[in-house]
């Protein structure tokens, strides 16, 4: 049963990880359409997001069953999937997560400080456009 719940969750966090990515790239094309020279070409940026979409959805899928796959060799020659899984975790060497944590922390600061300076950017351009 603590085999099945761990697959369970396995495929929920896929399915959100992938929504959430699928809602970010909907956010992104609807500011691309915003720009000034691309507003004549509105049906292909829709047409390539809803590729995108679709591209998405099917690696989600694929995803999903290759998960689902391991994770039933795993308890058909009767091993434990959380033991399995603890241990490539481990086989991995440090440096790895080392490199991912400072990479995720450098791509979120960068979000935030373009997300927090755009305001203030467009207040002075405002202002000097007055003068």
Known sequence: MNNILIIL??????IIIFSLLNWL???????????????????????LRR???????????IMCLVLVGVNGMVIYRDGKIQEFQLNLIHSLPTQFWI??????????????????SIPPLKHFNKLSTNY
């Open 99 to 116: 490199n991912i944590f400072t990479a995720s922390l450098r791509s979120v600061s960068l979000l935030l400080l373009v997300k927090f």
């Open 51 to 61: 590729s995108i979409s679709k591209i998405l959805i099917l690696i989600c899928v």
């Open 25 to 47: 790239i909907g956010i992104i094309f609807k500011q691309v359409t915003k720009v000034s020279f691309l507003q004549g070409r509105t049906a292909n940026i829709t047409f």
């Open 9 to 14: 969750g396995e495929v929920i966090f896929l």
